[in-house]
């Protein structure tokens, strides 16, 4: 492309996406919230995928409390519920609810937690516990769990850490219930770090054993399966075998869950209803049946991608569900390595592309694939069930089209910069040309002319700091206006030689001579701008300003144009003080020259007549600094 090095282009391009690769590569915690919302943001645009059916969940809920009474009710109530729910054909029931103490209303010789061991002995019956995780946890000597048969294979390093969590502790159900039910398993499904659950671990381990999932351990319980094994493929990715499934698992066995909608999506039946037989003889068959409790005061609920206030014992039912339709959310193997690997692509290609044919190009060309990108995640994910993450492609895509156009624009700058400083330096040439046409022709008005330039400096420094100034004079017009000063007097390079050099005072037709040089200045500015094809110049603007104008007085009785106070400009009225108070302290021919505090008392006679009295004050401020420059200072 013509408008930048093709090289610049290239390194702005592939660098940002060699960078972003990286961060693909090692998933910096710090992107961990773009993830989850890029995760978020494709399984709700997915297809959903409805329950299958054979999940039911029997509900504690307010009319069952209403009727039955306040929970927790007797045990021997809860081995009644489970009894009619076997009685009705299901195939496993996982109860989302731990036992832990004996039950209060236990005594007087009711043996309730007996009356509920004897309800569970039959089988199919799946207790929940909690697992801790919690340093200063000791296990439970008292608590009895059903740890998997598990065959873990690996490949590669055999000392690379755990495929699961390892709990520190437990908290169970009471050992006379969980020796009867035979089947338990783990209630735990912790949150993303941003509180949303997205993921379910489906194995842990405790005390040196693995254990299940509540809602693995239902399914496991009603296929009656038994080989179950894990084979770890890296430390991001495993797969749980159980019968002839797999299920694709993360490097800590979590399971991402595809709900099946918002919550009560799954059938609901209450506890009440079942215990009085107010439902249908098939409402359970061949299916399973989790129990739980959704009554205010009794739930546990979890915030999901879907839902803020998804029941804990529907998570368990989606677990479930996932591993009986096994549609579950898969990760491929390699799926970080692929990405990067597209990111690098990408951003090479993109990069080649903006510098054969320019940004608008490249621009267009990643709006186009940014598009493909998210519309070909959202389609594997909702047809294929599979999750390729869209975040770094598009984090890659924008961070070098962003760098392609930072380097684009400071080569811009840097172009213009330059044509800038070219700009000054032929200005500031031009303005020496013609300072020099002055002194060629007269030494004295050349050293004049120099003089002014550091005093118009000084002065429009202090005059600056009046509020009817400080507007005009900013420190970049202050050096330019002190750069021009000394021309003036350019014009008297149109004056007759008999007159600049004349010894004495001159007449009335030469001094009406004398005073056309600020129009000869005017005019030689003119054309000097005409010949350079130079138009609108604000540097030429001012230096005519100041030549035309610098002979003009606050009263008006100037000249060349007769001007009067505000009238005149700015430049005109401080370089008109500078003028006379450098010419008055200069020896001239005919007469001696001032000294300094002469011509600043002269020159504040001059006030409100000859000077803008803001300038004079000015001058007064600064003239001890100005006598140093001064031809009597010498």
């Known amino acids: 492309m013509s408008v930048q090095p093709r090289r610049v ?48 969940i029997v509900d504690v809920d307010e009319r069952s409390l209403s009727s039955v009474g306040q929970w927790p009710w007797r045990r021997d109530l809860v081995g009644n519920l489970v009894g009619r729910i076997r009685e009705l054909g299901a195939s496993a029931i996982a109860l989302d609810i731990v ?32 697992l801790t995780f919690d340093n200063n946890s000791r296990p439970s ?129 209450s506890a009440t209803d079942v215990l009085s037989g107010e439902i249908a003889p098939d409402t359970f068959k061949d299916k399973i049946v989790f129990v739980g409790t959704t009554a205010l005061g009794t739930r546990e609920v979890v915030s999901t991608p879907i839902d803020t206030l998804f029941a804990g014992v529907e998570v368990q039912a989606t677990v479930a569900d996932n591993l009986l339709q096994q549609d579950y959310i898969r990760r491929p193997e390699y799926g970080s390595a692929i990405e990067t690997l597209g990111v690098l692509i990408v951003g090479i290609l993109v990069s080649l592309l903006v510098a054969q044919f320019g940004l608008a190009w490249g621009g267009a060309t990643i709006a186009a694939y940014l598009l493909v990108v998210w519309a070909g995640a959202g389609a594997l994910m909702s047809g294929m069930s599979v999750f390729f993450s869209p975040l770094y492609p598009t984090l890659g895509l924008i961070a070098s089209l962003g760098a392609i156009a930072g380097g684009r624009f400071a080569l811009e700058r840097n172009r213009a910069d330059q044509a800038g400083h070219d700009k000054i330096i032929s200005q500031r040439l031009m303005v020496q040309t013609l300072l020099s046409l002055t002194e060629v022709r007269d030494i004295e008005t050349g050293r004049h002319s120099r003089r002014t330039q550091e005093y118009a400096r000084v002065l429009a420094t202090q005059l600056a700091r009046h509020p009817d100034f400080r507007q005009y004079l900013t420190p970049e017009r202050i050096e330019l206006l002190a750069s021009l000063a000394p021309l003036h007097d350019i014009g008297k390079v149109g004056v007759p030689d008999r007159l600049l050099n004349k010894a004495g005072m001159l007449t009335a037709e030469e001094t009406i001579e004398m005073r056309k040089h600020p129009v000869h200045g005017r005019d030689v500015i003119v054309h000097a701008e005409r010949d350079a094809g130079s138009s609108d110049d604000t540097i030429l603007a001012l230096a005519k300003e100041i030549v035309y104008t610098h ?34 302290t200069t020896r001239r021919a005919y007469r001696d020259p001032m000294s300094h505090d002469e011509a600043v008392k002269f020159i504040v006679s001059g006030k409100g007549t000859h000077f803008d ?19 009597v200072s010498e």
């Not at 890296?234 to 993360?250: E, K």
């Not at 009067?564 to 108070?581: E, H, K």
Request: with cysteine; glycine share 10%.
């Open 99 to 130: 036992f832990a103490e004996s039950d209060r209303y236990a005594g007087a010789g009711a043996a309730t937690d007996e009356a509920m061991a004897d309800a569970l002995r039959p089988g199919k019956v799946v207790l929940g516990y909690a």
């Open 551 to 584: 002979h003009e007085k606050w009263d008006g009785t100037g000249y060349p144009q007769g001007l009067s106070g505000r009238a005149i400009p700015i430049a005109g009225r401080l370089i008109a003080l500078v003028d006379v108070y450098d010419a008055v």
């Open 9 to 56: 282009v290239l390194v702005c391009g592939v660098v940002p996406a060699v960078i972003v690769a990286l961060l693909s590569l090692y998933r910096p915690a710090f992107l961990e919230r773009l993830e989850y919302s890029s995760y978020d943001a494709l399984l709700r645009a997915a297809r959903t995928h409805p329950p299958g059916g054979d999940v039911v």
């Open 141 to 269: 000597s008292a608590c009895v769990q059903h740890p998997l048969g598990l065959v873990l294979v690996r490949r590669g390093d055999e000392r690379a850490p755990e495929p699961y969590f390892q709990a520190t502790g437990v908290v169970c159900s009471l050992p006379v219930l969980t020796k009867a039910a035979g089947a338990s398993g783990f209630l735990n499904a912790a949150p993303d770090p941003d509180g949303l659950l997205r993921r379910v671990p489906l194995l842990a381990s405790f005390d040196g054993h693995v254990y299940p999932a509540l809602g693995l351990a239902a399914v496991i319980a009603a296929r009656n399966i038994h080989d179950v094994s894990l084979r770890v493929g890296n430390v991001n990715s495993a797969t749980l075998w159980f019968g002839s499934q797999s299920v694709p698992l993360d490097g800590k066995s979590n399971m991402r869950l595809r709900y099946r909608g918002p919550r009560r999506t799954f059938q609901y039946v």
């Open 613 to 631: 009295p803001a300038v004079v004050d000015a001058f007064v401020e600064v003239s001890p600094t100005l006598r140093r420059f001064s031809p």
